[in-house]
């Protein structure tokens, strides 16, 4: 069976490969990188977990591992080619550019110089990691697509939104397991990642509650990344939603709504904290204050059941959540408090491939790892961890200018899911290493680096 299922992915990933690189090197389309991305980052892990199950060869899932990079750099040296006057290109930088510029420029100053323990290659690995979704951005910046271009990516969004929620509900009515649990997931992570299977269930402990419930994952690797990927579904369906006619827009309901489950499938505290987080910034665009009133008036009536009315154990979980009395809570203040500190003795940073939960990072070296901005900042230091700061928040609000200004409904809605997304993600980013969510975090920076092209056009039009 392992065999059968090996042999579609690998005619599904390699067809979607070949057919994008004949698109990009052969007619110059090397913007449709992006629906390669879209389309296999859910399924990575999966897909390589299957691979490994199936053949037991390392040099295999190195092949598949290597395709998401393969296919961005492609695409850059086709666009390179296909500009070949490039510093004739015409490119006024903004602010988002000068960030993300610094912020990538100072980890390579780190990558070249004799900073930290971590060796040379796991430096570059992990500077590979940073790099990448630069690339991404970059390709994002110098894209235009046309509206039917626009559509086919939201598509994929919203199939892999509701693929999700289906595999959510086979998990949990058909089989009452894990799909992590026949795909072969702890073999791979125990072959390749050299993690041993840990929990209840034979895979992690993020695969589980403290009440010892199952945490569902669908295709992604994890709930922690099915949990704000999702958030992107939920944020494109309800764009859709509020800018389609009505007697068409029940479609985009169903998107919201199969999202909502799967984030209640994830358990996720922090992607639950981001969804509402994310609501109420929808409220501020739209200016629907009552939606804000509303929110307020839910979260104490959750409250009162709380306190009321929800069982002993449920009462005393939320109430460890609020107090960091929980293991999960306490385990997220030990990683910050050892990232301050060393932020504090070493506020230059203390080195590339020192911090996270990346591959490249060795447990001996590791300090902190839980939360994004701080991970950045034990490395890079305060200065690097600000860039980085800098770069979310400018794109963020270049994103919310192509909204309010453009006259483009789709270049609209590409723009409100950039910005809604990086917003939605602050809380996951504050406690975990969610950059490493590479469907989520990738196509985000397309679209912000997509939006970012938009304003510069709307700035020069203005002009």
Do not use: C
């Amino acid at each position: 069976m392992a065999l059968i299922f090996f042999l579609l992915i690998a005619i599904g990933v390699s067809g979607g490969f070949l057919w994008t690189v004949q698109e990009m090197v052969f007619k110059g389309k090397w913007s449709y990188f992006i629906y390669f991305l879209a389309a296999f980052l859910p399924f990575y892990i999966t897909s390589l977990s299957v691979i490994y199950l199936a053949t037991s060869s390392t040099l295999i899932v190195a092949v598949f591992q290597a395709l998401k990079e393969l296919i961005v750099l492609i695409a850059v040296l086709v666009f390179i080619f296909y500009n070949r006057k490039i510093f004739d290109y015409p490119f006024r930088l903004q602010a988002t550019d000068w960030m993300m510029l610094g912020f990538l420029g100072l980890a390579f100053l780190y990558l070249l110089l004799p900073i930290g323990q971590a060796s040379f290659v796991n430096k570059a690995l992990y500077y590979k990691s940073m790099l990448i979704p630069g690339f991404v951005y970059f390709l994002g910046r110098n894209t235009r697509f046309s509206d039917l271009e626009i559509k086919r990516l939201f598509g994929i969004i919203f199939i892999i939104a509701i693929g999700a929620f289906l595999v959510n509900l086979i998990e949990n009515f058909v089989l009452n397991a894990h799909l992590q649990q026949f795909t072969g997931y702890a073999l791979y992570n125990e072959a390749i990642n050299d993690i041993d299977p840990t929990g209840n269930f034979g895979l992690t402990w993020t695969f589980e509650t403290q009440a010892v419930t199952k945490r569902l994952a669908s295709f992604f690797s994890d709930p922690l990344e099915m949990a704000s990927s999702v958030l992107m579904g939920f944020a494109a369906g309800l764009i859709w939603f509020l800018t389609t006619k009505k007697e068409q827009n029940w479609i985009y309901i169903l998107i919201m709504l199969v999202s909502l489950g799967s984030l209640f499938f994830s358990a996720s505290r922090a992607a639950f904290g981001a969804f509402f987080m994310m609501i109420f910034f929808v409220a501020l665009v739209f200016g629907l204050y009552k939606l804000i009133a509303g929110g307020f008036l839910a979260l104490i009536g959750f409250g009162v059941y709380v306190v009321f009315f929800a069982s002993e154990d449920f009462y005393f979980f939320v109430l460890d959540t609020l107090t960091f009395e929980n293991t999960s809570s306490i385990g997220h203040v030990v990683e910050w408090l050892l990232a301050l500190d060393s932020m504090v003795s070493s506020p230059m940073g203390i080195g590339l491939a020192m911090s996270g939960n990346a591959g490249s990072v060795t447990d001996e070296l590791r300090v902190g790892g839980e939360n994004q901005f701080l991970i950045y900042g034990v490395q890079l230091g305060w200065i690097g961890m600000l860039l980085y700061i800098l770069t979310l928040a400018s794109g963020v609000v270049l994103s919310l200018r192509v909204f309010y200004q453009t006259e483009d409904k789709m270049i609209a809605r590409l723009a409100f899911v950039a910005a809604s997304v990086k917003v939605g993600l602050l809380l996951p980013l504050f406690t975990a290493n969610a950059e490493m969510y590479t469907y989520v975090a990738w196509i985000s920076w397309w679209m912000i680096g997509y939006s970012v092209n938009s304003y510069s056009r709307i700035r020069l039009y203005l002009k």
